[in-house]
């Protein structure tokens, strides 16, 4: 249930606009840290943060897809006079089992590795840049 007070804020749009400012700040971030030429340590967080942005959504679509893929092979297993060749069944089988595997490890990804990741990177970049302004 929804807090009425946030229930404005809740919304579509305002879900898909943030989504794509996140992977556009991602990809932005990318970019500007490949076209500066940073170095070191420093370099590999930005990428580290941005990566980890821009990983989050594909990451998310191929989750629902091997989900969509694995439910999609059970229903024909069920089915049993689509599968009546052996090889066919055999065939199945191992794709309903492989999209299964597939969509655990990209559910992992998306909210497990991406968000540390961005944690990480966010973390070791302000560090990073702490660091160098106690230098100057």
Known sequence: MIIP???RFISFPFLAL??????AS???LIILTVKEKIKGGRKKF??????SAVGFFP??????AFYALGMAAENILTVGHLTEAFYLELFITILKYLAE????AFFCVAVFICP????VGTIGSAVLFIKNLKRI
């Open 59 to 64: 990451a998310v679509f191929l989750h629902n």
């Open 46 to 51: 930005l990428i580290l943060t941005g990566a």
């Open 18 to 23: 943030s989504g794509i400012a996140f992977l």
């Open 116 to 119: 540390l990741g961005l944690l």
């Open 26 to 28: 991602g990809v932005a």
């Open 5 to 7: 007070a946030f229930r």
């Open 101 to 104: 595997a597939l969509h655990i």
